[in-house]
């Protein structure tokens, strides 16, 4: 007999996961599962793929080979699955999708319920974190992220600009009074996204162009989750540069005002789409990426589409 694709998805998840246990939670299958799939898969070739030592396990040689084969045919045979189901119309299987929380919450699930409901065989499990998570690991199809990228071994799509501004509470306002300039900013208390440091950077860019300017300033509060900063903001701590699709219903309620400083803005951050230069993407994958940048596009509160950067 052949091996199954089962077989074949348990061996790459062990090797990518390091045990049988882990491999389970990811294919979201009994441990039990996972085991009789990889016995089948070592019979069916005659041979042992795994060195076992206690619950680690270590690909033999032939274990190795099998994985490099099977990463290269897994996803091929996921692709006619999904090209002869798109011939109907309908898209079906898992999407593992990571994104920062307030994005997440704000805008991304929304869009992702509009998803499913016009595909009813597609799953999606969304993990919501302002943390960075790693791509290259196989546990998400695709992540959301908003600022710069780093990590040149991923492809990337840039969804959309994200507009931002500089926000405080009224309180905050009467008692220290709001900057009109770029160097009264540093006789002020500011708080500061996702920096481990003392001191974080605000760039500006001029309303009538030219260069930009970065301004390094110290932070009296770092958090690395956008819903801390914008309490923080609001219970009267000091400035916080905030994305506007997160600070807009403060401002809106009255609980936060924005500070407008002569000739200059903030420079935009970009939300991306990221995910791993391995294989061709799924069709589904790139489906509801495409969802997701048609319907920003169209959005009034802060976004504006760009282009692809791979």
């Known amino acids: 007999m052949k091996p199954t694709v089962l077989e074949l998805e348990a061996m790459v998840r062990i090797v990518d996961c390091g045990s049988i246990t882990a491999a389970a939670a990811r294919l979201r299958v009994p441990k039990s599962v996972v085991s009789k799939r990889l016995a089948a898969l070592e019979a069916k070739l005659g041979a042992s793929l795994f060195r076992r030592a206690g619950r680690s396990m270590t690909p033999t040689d032939a274990g190795l080979h099998t994985y490099e084969r099977a990463v290269l045919l897994l996803p091929q045979f996921d692709a006619l699955v999904e090209e002869v189901a798109a011939q109907s119309g309908d898209l079906r299987g898992l999407i593992q999708v990571a994104a920062p929380l307030s ?110 300017r970065a301004l390094s300033l110290p932070a009296r509060f770092i958090t690395n989750s956008g819903e801390a900063l914008l309490d923080a903001a609001v219970a009267g701590l000091g400035l916080a540069a905030l994305p506007r699709f997160i600070a807009v219903d403060m401002r809106i309620g009255g609980r936060l005002i924005e500070v407008e400083l002569d000739g200059w803005t903030m420079v935009p951050d970009t939300i991306y789409a990221i995910y791993a230069e391995t294989f061709r993407l799924p069709l589904r994958v790139r489906s509801l990426i495409d969802h997701v940048s048609d ?16």
């Open 103 to 212: 994005f997440g919450n704000r805008h991304l699930s929304a869009l992702i319920v509009d998803f499913m409901q016009r595909h009813p065989a597609i799953e999606v499990r969304l993990d919501l974190d302002d943390r960075h998570v790693d791509i290259a690991s196989g546990r998400y199809d695709v992540a959301f992220r908003i600022g710069r990228l780093e990590d040149s071994a991923l492809r990337a799509k840039r969804i959309a600009s994200s507009r931002r501004g500089i926000f405080c509470s009224p309180e905050y306002a009467s008692a220290h009074g709001v900057p009109t300039t770029i160097e009264a900013l540093e006789s002020h208390s500011c708080l500061g996204y996702d920096n481990a440091s003392s001191r974080h950077i605000w760039r500006f860019e001029p309303e009538a162009g030219g260069a930009q």
């Open 295 to 310: 319907a920003l596009r169209d959005e009034d509160a802060g976004y504006g589409t760009t282009q692809d950067r791979n």
